[in-house]
């Protein structure tokens, strides 16, 4: 029963959408923009890193060594799952906001860093970047816990998915952003150091001043995280983790009172019975614990882990697959900032055409739809077009198909954002205790970019050992296995954070009790 829930509570679920909610989003969502500019502005530049630093005399310019290849698209998510861990559990011990800034503030100085470096040698550079990629990656990490508790616990319950939804999508436009300030350095370059192609000149299709062009496309994913820095500061505390957490009603009835512009009554007698009656009080590897959320806690983290071995390969690797069937133009007949411009090109149609509307698809729909149905339906078609790219490999590589395998590639991404890669970000901010909210959610997180480790490092090593045709059919298969996962996640669609979790039926029995006595 509603009534038995404390009142700052029941205000925040019942509020009706507000500035104050537009406000968090955006200012949620900034570090979802710099998040995804971060991690896959990388993949904008690699052939260019090799052009510069690893051209061996071949005709194939471009081409990064396996071990380096898999350590600068890898490393940035080492960072990113030791920080959703970390500051999952640092989220959970001293509160969402103090934590929110210490997270950016880190994004911001080591994407600065990235594109610095230690010397002029190829082993220094590298080990520069890689370097500070990681301390970047556990930035950004911190970022997927904050956010997503920080936004479920500011919104109110009949668009809760909504708005945790509409943080995550800002990772779309940050994908989009990548590509559009690669094109824009890249055209700029090229008009002021024109250059002739690879195949007429190989070592002249490589302009000094190409150096820069990396260097510059990294370091601007600073600028949108200093943006927002202020704003960060100001948002007070959550009152989920004031009350719950921290249980001072006084400070979240004060809070939300000047949030939601209402006089909320501060009830501290309430939070007294909860402490006193116990019920709620489990820790994360309690009997109780795995007893009430442990099989949820199995559902979040493994579909995470196999969508993004599949979702990060098709991301980070995409540019390789095009050159594959022959929509990029072969590397030996380009410059390399030439090349740079057609990759950033490619991928931002990708993005624009699929990956930014399977976003907001899922924002417009997930609470109407429900987020099991989503993640069911995103895996299921997901794993259809896999397999329809994989089966008629050959056919797809001929001259005149390509637009038909990069239409098909465009769906699987706008049914993983139209699916599970949204849902899985949701889930977890809703389901579990306020207490151990930060830290499930970091765990699930944490499994996810696991997920992404083994497509970083393994696509590398799978395309070529076993050929992207059966790399493809691989990634097809994990999808499947996602599919039925799915059924040990919850639906959490029209309910409240405290239903959802079991703190509502503990504090119904804590007053049942009191009654009694």
């Known amino acids: 029963m509603a ?31 710099t998040d995804a500019y971060d991690l896959f502005c990388i993949s904008l530049v690699t052939k260019l890193l090799g052009r510069l630093y690893y051209y061996d005399g071949s005709d194939n310019p471009g081409s990064l060594p396996s071990n380096v290849s898999s ?33 950016l503030m880190l994004m911001v100085i080591c994407s600065l860093a990235s594109g610095l470096s230690f010397g002029k040698e190829p082993k220094s550079v590298m080990v520069t970047l890689c ?42 436009f940050g994908i989009l952003a990548g590509g559009m300030v690669a094109i824009i350095v890249s055209s700029i370059f090229k008009g002021l150091h024109p250059a002739p192609a690879f195949q007429f000149d190989h070592v002249g299709s490589t302009v000094p001043e190409a150096d820069y062009v990396w260097r510059i496309i990294l370091m601007f994913g600073a600028l949108p995280a200093l943006a927002t ?36 009554e501060a009830e501290e007698e309430k939070i007294e019975q909860q402490e006193t009656g116990g019920g709620n ?19 979040t983290a493994t579909t995470w882990f196999l969508l993004d071995i599949a979702y990060y390969s098709q991301n980070l690797f995409q540019k390789d697959i095009f050159s594959a069937i022959g929509w990029i133009p072969a590397a030996k007949t380009m410059n390399a900032i030439e090349e740079v411009y057609k990759i950033a090109r490619a991928q931002t149609l990708i993005a ?15 609470d109407r739809v429900g987020r099991f149905s989503i993640q069911l339906m995103g895996f299921f078609f997901m794993t259809v077009f896999m397999f329809a790219l994989a089966i008629p490999y050959h056919h797809w590589t001929l001259e005149g198909n390509q637009i038909g395998f990069v239409v098909m590639y465009s769906l699987t991404f706008f049914f993983a954002n139209f699916g599970p890669n949204a849902t899985s970000f949701v889930v977890p901010a809703e389901i579990f205790p306020a207490r151990l909210r930060s830290t499930c959610h970091g765990i699930s997180a944490a499994a996810g970019k696991a997920g992404a480790m083994v497509g970083a490092f393994g696509f590398v090593y799978a395309e070529n050992g076993i050929g992207i045709r059966n790399t493809l059919i691989i990634m097809a298969v994990v999808n499947v296995c996602g599919f039925f996962f799915t059924f040990l996640v919850p639906e959490s669609k029209g309910k409240s954070l405290e239903e959802m979790s079991g703190e509502l039926q503990d504090q119904q029995a804590v007053d049942n009790n009191n009654n009694v006595v």
């Open 131 to 172: 370097f500070f990629r990681f301390w970047l990656g556990f930035g950004i990490g911190g970022d997927y816990p904050l956010s997503a508790t920080i936004m479920s616990e500011y919104a109110n319950k009949k668009t809760r998915g909504a708005f945790i939804a509409a943080v995550f999508a800002m990772q779309g």
């Open 281 to 299: 009080d489990f820790g994360l590897f309690s009997r109780e614990f795995v007893k009430r959320h442990g099989l949820h806690l199995v559902g």
């Open 3 to 33: 009534k038995e829930q404390l009142q700052v509570l029941n205000a925040l679920d019942a509020a009706k959408t507000q500035w104050y909610h537009f406000t968090a989003i955006v200012i949620a969502g900034m570090g979802f923009f």
């Open 352 to 366: 624009l055409c699929s990956t930014v509307p399977g976003y907001w698809f899922t924002v417009a729909l997930i």
């Open 71 to 103: 350590a600068i698209n890898g490393v940035a998510f080492c960072g990113t799952l030791v920080g959703q861990l970390f500051f999952g559990w640092l989220g959970d011990k001293m509160g969402r906001k103090r934590v929110y800034g210490m997270t």
């Open 229 to 264: 820095y202020y704003w960060r500061m100001k948002m007070p505390e959550t009152a989920r983790y004031t009350a719950l957490v921290a249980k001072n009603a006084k400070q979240a009835a004060s809070d939300m009172s000047k949030v939601l512009e209402v006089v909320i």
